[in-house]
């Protein structure tokens, strides 16, 4: 079954493909169907930029407690950062 879930935003960052390193415009954050994990649903995490064209492109297949604790320790990354009162 397929569930639609699919949220997306705008960031600001770069991620690196097989022809190396480019800009991320885009993030895209659903949980549906998975493609190689294996499992029958999955987190899909896609980060992209398809102004360079489809290879720049990054996408992750996580199981929900992966994605639980990647959410944890992202929170927990952002509050150090935060508490340094160092800017990008």
Do not use: Q
């Not at 949220?7 to 770069?14: C, Q, Y």
């Not at 991320?24 to 659903?30: E, H, R, S």
């Not at 029958?40 to 930029?49: G, K, Q, S």
């Amino acid at each position: 079954m397929c569930t639609t879930i699919s949220e997306s935003l705008a960031v600001r960052g770069a991620g690196r493909g097989t022809s190396g390193w480019f800009p991320l415009a885009n993030a895209t954050v659903g949980f549906d169907h998975a493609s190689h994990t294996g499992a029958e649903h999955a987190l899909l995490l896609d980060f992209h930029n398809y102004d360079l064209g489809t290879g720049a492109r990054l996408a992750v297949e996580l199981d929900l407690a992966s994605g639980k604790a990647l959410v944890e320790k992202l929170t927990a990354a952002i509050a150090a950062a935060e508490a340094t009162g160092l800017r990008e």
